[in-house]
T-cell receptor, first 118, second 119 residues
Framework: DVKVTQSSRYLVKRTGEKVFLECVQD?????MFWYRQDPGLGLRLIYF???????EKGDIPEGYSVSREKKERFSLILESASTNQTSMYLC?????????????????FGAGSRLTVL | AQKVTQAQTEISVVEKEDVTLDCVYE???????LFWYKQPPSGELVFLIR??????QNEISGRYSWNFQKSTSSFNFTITASQVVDSAVYFC????????????????FGKGTKLSVKP
């Protein structure tokens, strides 16, 4: 019954390493999102995608990039990890709705990937 | 601008107590959606409820109830007879229907309220 799968639950990386966080959904959703969650700051949107090969910046895209080569997979990339990127990363997906109903999208979340950068 | 405020950072109650989690929102749109999500210790956010701005009818689902009041821009969540399994972080979120700068339909989350229910 798993719907959104994040490949790594816990990762420990060193400063300067390139980091890939993978997310796969099996619900045929058009929309996919990457959030980071930090204590006292809630969830902040990093990047999102409404279609294959399409990406849009969220509120905090600096230091991150994404890739969506297939509909079901959305990858978050840290080109050169830094200690301030230590965080919980949450992937989510939703069905696409158009027009006035677009705000009604219900997000389905993965279990999260806790990244520690040393 | 869109904003969601959950003023209560942490709440601690004893089992069987009732508890209300507050959520106040700001939006410039007349059509919008409000959500509550639950994040248990396992980490995965779980959808609880969605309301649209035209439906102010309160909703009850088992021990959970939601009070939506447009006059005060609030969407509060009450758990009746709380249980230890209710311990989690609860997020209120807002989504506007109209497309503002490419963020059509994206959720704005509050910072969350951590609820601890002790036996």
């Amino acid at each position: 019954d798993v719907k959104v799968t994040q490949s790594s639950r816990y990762l420990v990386k060193r400063t300067g390493e390139k980091v890939f966080l993978e997310c796969v959904q099996d619900m045929d959703h058009e929309n996919m999102f990457w959030y980071r969650q930090d204590p006292g700051l809630g969830l902040r949107l990093i990047y999102f995608s409404y279609d294959v090969k399409m990406k849009e910046k969220g509120d905090i895209p600096e230091g991150y990039s994404v890739s969506r080569e297939k509909k079901e997979r959305f990858s978050l990339i840290l080109e050169s990890a830094s200690t301030n990127q230590t965080s919980m990363y949450l992937c989510a997906s939703s069905k696409n709705r158009q027009g006035a109903n677009s705000g009604a999208n219900v997000l389905t979340f993965g279990a999260g990937s806790r990244l520690t950068v040393l | 601008a869109q904003k969601v405020t959950q003023a209560q950072t942490e709440i601690s109650v004893v089992e069987k107590e009732d508890v209300t989690l507050d959520c106040v929102y700001e939006t410039r749109d007349t059509t919008y959606y409000l959500f509550w999500y639950k994040q248990p210790p396992s980490g995965e956010l779980v959808f609880l409820i969605r309301r649209n701005s035209f439906d102010e009818q309160n909703e009850i689902s088992g021990r959970y109830s939601w009070n939506f009041q447009k006059s005060t821009s609030s969407f509060n969540f009450t758990i009746t007879a709380s249980q230890v399994v209710d311990s989690a972080v609860y997020f209120c979120a807002l989504s506007e229907a109209r497309n503002y700068g490419g963020s059509q339909g994206n959720l704005i989350f509050g910072k969350g309220t951590k609820l601890s229910v002790k036996p």
